[in-house]
């Protein structure tokens, strides 16, 4: 056992298990040819509006191409400001950057890791077009308090749920809780695919429409091009990887959810590991399964050292970022986030995980965080 390398993230086991399918729908695209647009691609957009609850959706290139094309829908430029955590994977505020606007950063909760919504009004000004809060490790954050902020002072809500897809919050799914929902395929997220893809969600038919055209170049027909866009599809072979993978997530989500409960029942009893918080209307979809520890540096060394993977999600906030630090706006102090970014910890997290390994992960965790 000992021998046995553990996965942080084990995309080969998924494989074995799925082999039939995804090899016949790879082979389907071989067959047909129609790599770019073809019939799988309006499949699974069919087939994933559906599973968040309906409205419109359009797959894209990538994450960061989703919230991309997000914030260029809504016209998002030069002097605007969007409103979102610095405690992120930098694609957050590398869009709002890259269509000339100004990131602008509000602490997150201490537990949950996400954006505090009770601090988000103080940091609306004049230029403040959007909210784009992060559902993170794939828990949303208060979509509720947001959205009714949002509707106050009139902005759009980019919820960023590249970690969240197949999550919930008041039984409602991920993706479909604001104006514009944006989410990953990346192969280690939990709906992957095996290289970049992204979808975007929305019940505005206008926005999907504008949305799909800014995805080929702008495109209202071949040729005719009535707005700057991108290239940004996803291809035809990776939309078949995620169909294939889409027939087993439910089962996936479960799984993901007794491992996580696993591992906080067995961390419940330490008082030098402190176990992810899930808040009670909401379900994750479990990206990572993220720890807080102190000594952290020490407890790495030794549980790589005995082969367990772990991860950091994330050891710098954006705002300490040197392409972030002179380009965004602080609002308030970013204390959480910078608490935080020393702590967090994550964990081998995924539906193949047996209950052997876990166990040997939780007491090499155990031993090691009370010996640091
Ligand atoms: C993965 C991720 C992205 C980017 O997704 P890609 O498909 O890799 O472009 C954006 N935001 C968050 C929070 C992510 O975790």
Known sequence: MSNTPIDFIDLKSQYRELKTSIDHRIQAVLDHGQYIMGPEVGELEDKLAAFVGGGECITVASGTEAL?????????????????????????AEVVALVGATPVFVDVE??????????????????????????????????????TIAGKHNLAVIDDAAQSFGGTYKDRRSCSLSTIGCTSFFPSKPLGCYGDGGAIFTKDAALAKAMREIRVHGQERRYHHTRVGVGGRMDSIQCAVVLAKLERFDWELTRREEIAQRYIRSL??????????????????????????????QIIKSLNDTGVPTAIHYPVPLHLQPAYRDICRVSGNLVNS???????????????????????????????????
């Open 68 to 92: 991309l094309i997000a914030l260029m829908v809504l016209g998002i430029k030069n002097g605007d400001e969007v409103i979102t955590s610095p405690y992120t994977f930098a694609a957050t």
């Open 110 to 147: 201490p537990d949950t890791c996400n954006i505090d919504a009770r601090l988000i009004e103080a940091a609306i000004t004049k230029r403040t077009r959007a909210i784009m809060p992060v559902s993170l490790y794939g828990q949303a954050p208060d979509m509720d308090d947001i959205n």
């Open 268 to 297: 419940s009893g330490s008082n030098v590991v402190t176990p992810p918080v899930i808040r009670s209307d909401r379900t994750s979809a479990w990206a990572q399964f993220t720890v807080q520890v102190e000594r952290r540096d």
């Open 338 to 372: 910078e608490h935080i970014a020393g702590r967090v910890l994550s964990l081998p997290m995924h539906p193949y995980l047996s209950e052997v390994t876990q166990d040997m992960i939780v007491s090499r965790l155990l031993t090691s965080a009370v010996s640091a």
